[in-house]
């Protein structure tokens, strides 16, 4: 079966730090990948997707960044945190054509 | 893009009320889905909606797609408190995207 794994779980940063969240989904080949963000209390805002190594669409101008350098693995990085960044930050995956999201535990993020 | 809007935002009931959201889309839609978010957890998808006026049940919930494919509805018999969470209705734009909105936060008070 499939199972999708994301961490670090919960992360307390200062502003100005650089951050990296992994992403890696077990048990399917070229899945579609994406990283989400929820804001407290708030709906999901799509940052970035990801149908193939590689190939990274993102949806937010902002100062993060992602990467898929294996088939299966999922990165969201930024150079510098700003206190905005704050959130429970999501990967999902789907299976191409099915659009149907399974989603990992989440990252909550707090920049101080 | 396509954007839903979904109401109300926030729900509270009593336990063993009715609740109802509804999702509303200015545009036809190619299908919807439903996911549920419990408090501190992340969303899981409870359903795919294809067909117009397609209706679709799972134990108390009920899911309607409107016959124009621009409208959906979830609604629940009798709540639980297991049933708290926020619920979304997200739409897929261009091929791969899921774009969630705002969700409506359901709270029961036992």
């Known amino acids: 079966s499939q199972t999708i794994h994301q961490w670090p779980a919960t992360l307390v940063q200062p502003v100005g730090s650089p951050l990296s969240l992994e992403c890696t989904v077990e048990?399917?080949?070229?899945?579609?990948l994406y990283w989400y963000r929820q804001a407290a209390g708030r709906g999901l805002q799509l940052l970035f997707y990801?149908?193939?190594?590689?190939?990274i669409s993102s949806e937010v101008p902002q100062n993060l960044s992602a990467s898929r350098p294996q088939d299966r693995q999922f990165i969201l990085s930024s150079k510098k945190l700003l206190l905005s960044d704050s959130g429970f930050y999501l990967c999902?995956?789907?299976?191409?054509?099915?659009?149907?999201?399974?989603f990992g535990a989440g990252s909550r993020l707090t920049v101080l | 893009g396509q954007q839903v809007m979904q109401i109300p935002q926030y729900q509270h009931v009593q336990e063993g009320e009715d609740f109802t959201t509804y999702c509303n889309s200015s545009?036809?839609?190619?299908?919807i889905q439903w996911y549920k978010q419990r408090p501190g957890g992340h969303p899981v998808f409870l359903i795919q909606?294809?067909?117009?006026?397609e209706v679709k049940k799972q134990k108390r919930l009920t899911f309607q797609f409107g016959e124009a494919k621009k409208n959906s509805s979830l609604h629940i018999t009798a709540t639980q408190t297991t049933d708290v969470g926020t619920y979304f209705c997200?739409?897929?734009?261009?091929?791969?995207?899921?774009?969630f909105g705002q969700g409506t936060r359901l709270t029961i008070n036992p």
């Open positions: 999902a995956w789907s299976t191409l054509g099915a659009n149907v999201l399974t």
């Open positions: 048990g399917t080949s070229n899945p579609n």
């Open positions: 990801s149908v193939g190594i590689g190939q």
């Open positions: 545009t036809t839609l190619s299908n």
């Open positions: 909606l294809v067909k117009s006026g």
């Open positions: 997200p739409i897929i734009q261009g091929a791969q995207k899921l774009v």
